[in-house]
């Protein structure tokens, strides 16, 4: 009895695999074949995710996770693409706070990491990105408006190059960087 419910089930099973590889769903012969895809697109790559990536490895994580409970730091990231869409120059929020400084470090070596990519974004040619990064604590829901939150929120805007002054800005969704507390 057991051996015929698992042979049941294994026929069952393999049938159902066999129509998913097939990728036509077949009907009554006066129906329409309808094709499946069964391929996804490909998803462009988000500049966001690389960005914070350089910067998670560049950062001083020790000194991001010795940030208080309610502390949270803001700041902006603005990526200027050349003609070509790649990365040219990066800034960052005017007057960042001596904390986030210490912990992100943005320094020429920084910089350099961002002008090594060898990706090219063509829906960047010519243009700034820019996007907000706020750095908090993992389930931390909390805000401490003595923090250097504020100070962040009020110089978000970074100065720009000359060269850079008059190019067209995308802004792009906001970036938020939970932390876990290692102990």
Known sequence: MKKSIISILLMAAWSFCFAQNKGEIIGQ??????????????????????IMNIIAKHSDRNLLYKTKKGHSYMMSVTVSFNIEGKIDTVYFSNNMSSDLKAIIRPNPELIQKFRSLRFTFPQYKGKLAMFLVIFKQEGDNVLDYDSQFLNGFNNLWPEFSPKDSNTPIILLKSYLNEFIIRI
Do not use: A
């Not at 129906?31 to 690389?50: A, G, T």
């Open 29 to 50: 012969p006066d129906s329409i074949p309808v094709h499946i895809k069964l391929n996804q697109p490909v998803k462009s790559l988000d500049i966001r995710e690389l």
